[in-house]
């Protein structure tokens, strides 16, 4: 049923309508609603049988999800930031024990300095985690992947993230359309345990494992999570069969593939790039947006191929690796391996500072005309002069201050908030 | 596409008066999208939220920084936010007070929008009478409505039902319908 | 038919004892029993941990029928019980972090009432460090939340599987590999350290006890009291490492007797935060007994005695003997 609701609470209903037994829950922003809702689900007895745990971290969150999913329950958790750090042991426990897990990140930056807008630093930090790892553009792809994300997760025996912009998303009100109870339950079966921890049969989970097995069991992990590039798109064609619409799947071009000049990106605001896309093709540019919809696992074969024929790749993300560079730019690059295909690696969005269409006119203006050169970092947006007076101040003085103090001090500003 | 822009205070209902209008522009058929800005506000703070209504899909997520409408919750703000920036001189201005815009100091500010596109509502105190709070983000809407015709009063009114229930949703749509017609009266009166 | 004989020593720590009441006898006693944690685990010789889970779990086999769980911490216990091929449990195991242990078991404890099978139990279990360290927060989440789970620390009073470092139960004056008997203060410092089961108290859980591998029918019985109840209860069990201590392995069962008849290890039970039983001591010993059995406490008794340290040993033991009555009164 279509309505005009919250990306929280359409991603709460959604995961209702899942049928997770056991959900744990630590608040953090952005992620709230969601599991403030789910709670208001549970004990109104619309989402039941499923035990609610409020737990003390995001730590103890996944750690009882872990217990929850190796106890044979459809198990269900949410965070973004400074929690998913928090629990990043626990991240690489689950999906080393092949646990089914399905969480949703709100995606937001990491401090230091302190912020919790969006920004995708969060999942990036964890991208070798083991999770698999979807990319959603809209609420309703945010709803349409939960759906999808149990059934792959429970398929493959591994653990799956979705992953939708905190604030952006999560709290935009716009149209979504929530399937049906009958339809999520024909679409998804009860979940059934590889392993399961059972009096009637007893197993040891989680043993140590030396030299002489630890290369063999993680190659499986890789296999296993490789299997995903078939089983995404599978799972995903399956639910358009079912529920009547496309999303999902590893990746999307728009409008079509084969365009001069690509725009890569993930998330919602591929939402803004597909406007400046129709913008400049009515002026007669050749661009096109392709919108990574899987990152783990990276659908390099894919990729390569919708981006046959680009004379130009412009990879424009919301996180980047401090020290180095692009973090999707580097796993474009390997798709593109041999081909040659200037990449420009652009970081936008830090912090959630907005991506508006005049910055992206301005930056495909700058890249079409050589103004900006590839396989160089490019940040959307930055006031420079800022950057260089810091770098000034530094240079002067050994107790120069923390950054960020400095900063706001000198653009006089002191209130949080992008306006 | 129209877009508004609303400004308020922390614990006004900002954040409900941008979602309540795009419920009322989903309840027409129409394309909508709400959301706010967000910082470590508490109440009392400067707040802002958007809404875009359009007839196709709305696919842009960016802050509106050209508003079609700017809707001020509380004049207090008048001073200590850049409120204005961006609204284009054949915008729509809908704020807050029992005051005129010359007792504001914006008389001279005004002159170069449309007179029929600016106007006061003592939305407070509809809502103080209507609703026993001085929470005056429904009322506002009904003003919007009058004044700009992107949304009916009956959508607002029913947006309002759907969130809220009993006397709270009754009080509400009480509070936009009576500065809904106000509006509309102020505007014919302008006409006169 | 079993003739009622009267016999002086019924609280014997004998494992068989086949003139006992079968009601009466340990379930080690019982050639029927789980063997939860079965031979061929890698632990040292006389592990009092290894002693201690086997007690412990068979005991709360027994009382589940069967219908229990396990998850465990990172630790010595877990490593030396799963050398990768081999695993020595007997009954559904888990091991996921150092951590977490608690919040698995919530966790576990979570799906299994989802699932409407409240005949399974849960038991969580791990060493001092995981427990009162590391683990903290998580034990103090499952013991706040009430969940229903059987927490289990085997406390041998210092980070043993990775080579004795200090943890928040090592005890003043102690010898670890970051505690040594250099400087002016020798071994652990006074000071410091936690009491898990009186935090556990201040939860108001419904039960926690505290007990030793001296007294197998006491841990037995207290494991059986723990699964009478509902929601969080808390065991803490003082299990020697001969190794870490710098003990005789067969000192194992000695040693944790002497804390208990010294006063250093309050032997007691306690529901919703109210201490309703305490195993009083039998023939109190001086702590310097108990001292003198381990290497780890060696600095103390060198060419110079270190006779004020000891005092103040034994001036905890006097607290602990008075703070929970644990000398009959006269």
Redesign the interface.
Known sequence: MRSQIEGSQAVARAVALCRPEVVSAYPISPQTHIVEALSDLVRTGELSPCEYLMVESEFAALSAAIGASAAGARTYTATASQGLLYMAEALYNASGLGLPIVMTIANRAIGAPINIWNDHSDVMSQRDCGWIQLFAESNQEAVDLHVQAFALAEELSLPVTVNMDGFVLTHAVEPVDLPSQAQVDAFLPPFEPRQVLDPGEPVTIGAMVGPEAFTEVKVLMHAKQMQALDVVPRIASDFEDAFGRGSGGLLRTYPREGADTVVVALGSVLGTIDEVVDELRAENVDVAALGIRCFRPWPLEEIRQALQGARRVIVLEKAFAVGIGGIVGQNVRLALSGLPVPVFDVVAGLGGRPITKRSLHTLLADVLHERIEPNQLTFLDLDRELVQRELHRVSQSPRSGPHAENILRDVGTVAAGSH | MFQVRIHGRGGQGVVTA??LL??AA??EGR???????????RTG??V?AFCRIDDSV??????I?EPDALIVQDPTLLHQVDLFAGLSDDGYLLLNTGRSFDDLGLGAFVERFDVDRCVTVPATEIAREHLGRPLPNAALLGAFAALTGQVSVDSVAAAIRERFSGPTAEGNVTAAEHAHARVLQAGRASHA | MSETIKLYQLGTFAVGNRLLDPDDRSVQADVERSNTLTSGHRACQGCGEALGARYVLDAAMRATAGNLVAANATGCLEVFSTPYPESSWQLPWLHSLFGNAPAVGSGIAAALRAKGRTDVRVVAQGGDGGTLDIGFACLSGMFERNDDVLYVCYDNEAYMNTGVQRSGATPPAARTANTKPVGDEPGNVFGQGKSAPLIAMAHEIPYVATATVADLHDLERKVERAMEFRGARYLHVLVPCPLGWGSAAADTIRIARLARETGLFPVFEAERGEVVNVSKIRGRVPVEEYLRAQRRFAHLFGEQPRTDVIERIQAGADRNIRRFGLLEEM
């Open positions: 941008a979602e795009s419920v989903f309840l394309e909508a999208q709400a959301f706010p800005t967000f910082g470590s506000e703070a400067p802002v709305i696919r842009v997520r960016e802050p920084t």
